[in-house]
């Protein structure tokens, strides 16, 4: 099992935060200074060159960050060795439903464990969220394609499908 983290900067409302409810379940771990995220995780940046693949169940733990871009420093996040970015899927969250790339923290941790052939656990982790199970509805074919390719490469080219 993977471990999750995530980086929280407290810029949305706690009593919305997806991350808050995983901490509460036990599911992952929040740290609050980008310096606290450990060096070898696999960090899920959307800024990333690589998408997420496969190929990266090698990993020591998946960290999200969960936090205004606006605000984050992206000189400390690029420095991170391992940075890949998700595939295209449409967000199920309430704010941003059938939005493309607009994915709630939770989603694209459970994106990232489905990707990485832990689809209990990511139906899982959604279940902590009442909307949580319709993100694997909407996105099904799409996650079952990118959990099928071998790499980051084959990732992309399955993602033109839906782009």
Do not use: H
């Amino acid at each position: 099992m993977i471990p999750l983290f995530a980086y929280r900067d407290n810029s949305c409302d706690p009593r919305k935060c997806t991350v808050k409810k995983l901490e509460k379940a036990g599911f992952l771990k929040i740290f609050t200074r980008i310096s606290q995220i450990p060096r070898n995780t696999l960090l899920l940046d959307p800024t990333a060159e690589q998408a997420l693949s496969p190929a990266d169940r090698v990993v020591r733990s998946i960290t999200v960050l969960d936090c205004s871009w606006v605000v984050l420093d992206t000189g400390q996040v690029s420095s991170w060795r391992v940075r890949r970015a998700l595939p295209f899927l449409v967000a199920a969250n309430p704010v941003n439903f059938g939005k493309p790339c607009k994915l709630s923290s939770v989603e694209a941790l459970a994106a990232a464990l489905y990707i990485m052939g832990e689809k209990e656990r990511a139906a899982e982790i959604l279940g902590k969220v009442s909307w949580g199970i319709r993100f694997l509805e909407v996105n099904r074919e799409p996650l079952d394609l990118y959990a099928a390719a071998k790499d980051s490469t084959e990732v992309v080219k399955a993602q033109s499908l839906f782009i």
